[in-house]
């Protein structure tokens, strides 16, 4: 299985990889994750890990992940190390015209009950990643004009 997506963030770049780049940071945009919780404390770093708990279609998973790749306003990726679902997430960051381009690509191979909606699971998985952008461009630009309203 492989998803790929990407969003355009009118954001700096830098404010853009620190948010998303902090594992504990992705239940605030992830429709998907219901948790997160450090095994690594500190700031994230090549090596860190964590556990994310989710629900996806209909099921809760708890996978430990750990972060595969860490560079500053760039790259940043993690994979399961455990679960059910073994699968990689990579996120490159990219100057674009007022902000930034972040895409994200998803690999996986899915096991077990996943493997037998196949298709299915892979549609699901780019429609959530497309929600979730959304919503992850959103929240960083509303605190744009949050930040500069005079209410």
């Not at 990889?17 to 690594?40: G, H």
């Not at 009950?113 to 497309?130: S, W």
Request: net charge negative; no cysteine.
């Amino acid at each position: 299985m492989r998803a790929e997506e990407s969003v355009e963030i009118n954001r700096p770049l830098q404010e853009v990889f620190s948010y998303v780049a902090n594992p504990r940071n992705i239940p605030e945009w992830s429709n998907l994750a219901l948790e997160v919780r450090e095994e690594t404390e500190g700031q994230p770093h090549q090596g860190y890990r964590f556990i994310a708990a989710a629900k996806f279609l209909g099921r809760r998973l708890e996978m430990p992940f750990e972060v595969t790749a860490y560079e500053p306003n760039r790259l940043y990726s993690h994979r399961s190390t455990g679960g059910p679902f073994p699968v990689e997430w990579t996120l490159t960051f990219e100057q674009a015209a007022g902000g930034i381009r972040l895409r994200e690509d998803a690999q996986g191979e899915p096991g077990s009950f996943f493997r037998l909606v196949g298709r299915l699971l892979e549609r699901a998985v780019r429609r959530q990643m497309r929600t979730d952008l959304e919503t992850l461009k959103d929240l960083l630009e509303s605190e744009t004009s949050r930040g500069s309203s005079s209410s």
